[in-house]
């Protein structure tokens, strides 16, 4: 089995919604996912677009394709994926970006407007930092606007620690994985 498939197979998992169906979270296939990823980012709303990149940012299939090559190692993305009959998309985008000389990895999530207050935010979010704990990161962070009080408040459920920047105007926050 390649390494691909053999991280992909370790980490899926399936969320169940309350009405019963299923949403699957697996690590992002580069080659295979990069149109389904580009028809998830450009139909993000602006807010959406905004809260997650700290400012509006255009999206290109060429922006895309980067955000979609991933290395499983560096760098991580986990989807959530629902299926409509035949057709697959995805509906949410979970990562992180490791620095490997400090153990430490940026991590930031987007869930789709039509798929939010789902419970799939915080279970992706809890899924990435299972994943990236296997994986050997030591601390994850994210800096996020300070109006976005709805991550502040899935962070602190979860255990993050918050700080404000006021040199940034942003708030910080925290988690550490392993000393
Ligand atoms: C922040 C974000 C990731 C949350 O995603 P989400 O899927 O809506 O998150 P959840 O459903 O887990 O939680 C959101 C709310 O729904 C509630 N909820 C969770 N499961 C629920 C369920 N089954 N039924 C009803 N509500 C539910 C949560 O308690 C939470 O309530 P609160 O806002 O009062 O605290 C999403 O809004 C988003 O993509 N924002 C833009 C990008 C962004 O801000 N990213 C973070 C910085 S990188």
Redesign the pocket.
Known sequence: MSVEKDIVKRFETTYVL?DGRMVVFRPLKPEEDVEMLYQFYSSLSKE?NY??FLSYRKVTRWIVEEWANINYYKSMALVALVKNGESIKIVADSRYFLDRETGAAEI????HND?????????LLLHTIKVAKEMGVKKIF?Y?SPE?R??I??GKRLGFTTKWYPEMGEYGGELILSE
């Open positions: 309350d959406k809260f997650r930031a999530i987007v869930v798929w939010q207050h789902k419970g799939i935010g915080t279970n994210a996020v976005n709805k991550i408040r899935i």
